[in-house]
């Protein structure tokens, strides 16, 4: 049996970060957070949970084999419609027999379903008591049900209509957190007005949100998880793959999976990951279920950005048929330079840095997609050079930094002059003559061709020595430019 690897981040003051188990270490992001209660506990909080909704008389089975893949948080409801939590207390009190686990190793997490929300099934609990009494007679039942004193998480599945209702259970919740029967406290399905009424009214304010995360709903239900980070709230996502099952078709995400060598399935749920988002995952199937435990793969920042568009339509961001493109990039200036992705959403993210004087041979690898841009900058920030991917030069690009600018000088001028390059102890190279236009409409018969590089100046002056213009070129300009003297001031033809 493996363990699923855990990688902590520290959401509390004096949390501490370090890392344990073998199967995933070396990630970037976290497969646990560790919250620290006010009163000083500790809840190990898996990033991945096992949700076990709808299924029946199964249940017991589908945990277990969880188990024995590496699984420790599960997620379930006293709410028999569609949840058989006695079934999970089963499996998990087997489970600690059997491979020597305690209930320390679980995160378990249930929910308080409201009356009105049990369908056509009797609720399991007096529904003409009042909401607190009712909270407290469910929440007892689950820890029969789940054969534990405590629980890790509970959470309430609806808002309920009413605001003053929820509050009623709200606070019900809050009487078994300061017990100690619970240890965080969540709520399920609440849009933001309805998540902010409850932050600004909670005494204890929830951990988590529990909300069906599609692409579809509010931009990837952007508004609610910007409350959260916002708040330190933990989002927990549901029906991720079940809920957007058409982006399993884009070509940009099954670029991705080619990429990377994973299933379709496996890009959404590493992009929720690397979002900071809680996966609650309900595979029915092995394969399936051992998939979401095979993450150990990073996406990259326009991988992400290109899950993320998918639910921003409205800003224009058009990815479908997006090709995945490898760049090669090797920088030949005498200056250390780095690479930014533009983000199509707004703000530049740092790629990699290319060393002064490389060659080809050094070259260093952009994983992006058709139509993304890339800006490339002096430490000083200097913008030196834009490349954009484009799908029609291949999927394999090379993209050279070597910032060398052919210049053709013409004057409009009415003497002539000549043109000299400042080096860079400040002195003056002459780079030949400029001869004097014959109208007003015409330049010099014979302009100058100068091969130049990005960043150098250049004066132009007249016989007597007198300064009449100044040039210095950026590669930005395109890596051919015409420099035309302009007339002097008053002169007139």
């Known amino acids: 049996m493996k363990d699923l690897g855990w990688l902590v981040l520290a959401v509390a003051a004096g949390a501490t970060a370090e890392g344990g188990g073998n199967e995933l270490m070396g990630w970037s992001e976290v497969y646990r957070r560790e919250i620290i209660g006010a009163d000083g506990f500790r809840v190990e909080v898996p990033m991945i949970v096992y949700g076990t909704a709808h299924k029946g008389r199964n249940t017991e089975s589908h945990v277990s084999d969880a188990i024995k893949l590496g699984y420790r ?4 409801a006293n709410q028999p419609a569609h949840y058989d939590e006695a079934s999970v207390g ?139 980070k916002k708040h330190g709230v933990i989002y927990q996502a549901y029906s991720l ?125 952009a994983s992006t997609f058709h139509g993304h841009r890339f800006n490339i900058r002096n430490r000083g920030g200097r913008l030196v050079k834009s490349w954009t991917a484009d799908a029609n030069e291949g999927e394999e690009q090379s993209v050279k930094i070597d910032l060398q600018i052919k210049a053709v000088f013409q004057s409009m001028f009415s003497e002539p002059l000549d043109v000299f390059w400042v080096s860079p102890d400040g002195s003056e190279v002459s780079n030949g003559a400029l001869n004097v236009p014959v109208s ?22 007249n016989k007597g020595g007198q300064k009449v213009h100044e040039w210095v070129m950026d590669m930005t300009r395109g890596s051919s430019q015409i420099v035309t003297v302009p007339r002097s001031r008053g002169e007139r033809f």
Request: aromatic share 8%; charged share 20%; net charge negative.
């Open 73 to 76: 948080g599960f997620d379930t």
């Open 241 to 365: 793959i079940g809920s957007n099952r058409f982006l399993l078709e884009e070509k940009g995400v099954v670029s991705a999976a080619k990429w990377h060598g994973v299933t379709r399935a496996q890009v959404l749920a590493r992009w929720a990951l690397a979002e900071g988002v809680q996966l609650l995952v309900s595979p029915q199937s092995y394969t399936h279920k051992n998939d979401n435990l095979e993450l150990g793969f990073e996406l990259s920042a326009p991988e992400i950005a290109l899950i993320s568009n998918y639910g921003h339509a409205e800003r224009g961001l058009k990815y479908t048929g997006a090709t995945k493109i490898e760049a090669k990039m090797w920088n030949e200036m005498h200056e250390e330079l780095q690479v930014f992705w533009a983000n199509p959403a707004g703000g530049e993210v740092l790629s990699f840095t290319l060393p002064a004087k490389q060659t080809e041979q050094d070259a260093q690898t």
């Open 90 to 228: 089963l499996a998990l009190e087997a489970a600690t027999e059997a491979f020597g686990l305690s209930r320390e190793n679980f995160f378990l997490q249930t929910k308080f379903t409201p009356a009105a929300y049990h369908g056509d099934s009797e609720p399991p609990f007096d529904a003409t008591a009042d909401g607190a009494a009712q909270v407290r007679e469910s929440l007892q039942q689950s820890l029969r049900n789940l054969r534990t004193t405590y629980l890790d998480s509970y959470i309430v599945h609806d808002p309920m209509t009413k605001h003053e209702d929820l509050m009623v259970v709200w606070r019900a919740m809050e009487e078994a957190y300061a017990a100690g029967t619970v240890k965080l406290l969540g709520i399920s399905n609440v849009n933001v007005a309805q998540l902010a009424r409850l932050l600004a009214d909670a005494k204890i304010k929830p951990t988590f949100v529990q909300n069906r995360l599609q692409s579809t709903q509010n931009s990837w239900d952007q508004a609610v998880r910007d409350l959260c």
């Open 440 to 461: 007003s409409s015409s330049v010099g018969v014979q302009p100058i061709d100068v091969g130049t590089w990005h960043g150098h100046k250049f004066v132009v002056r």
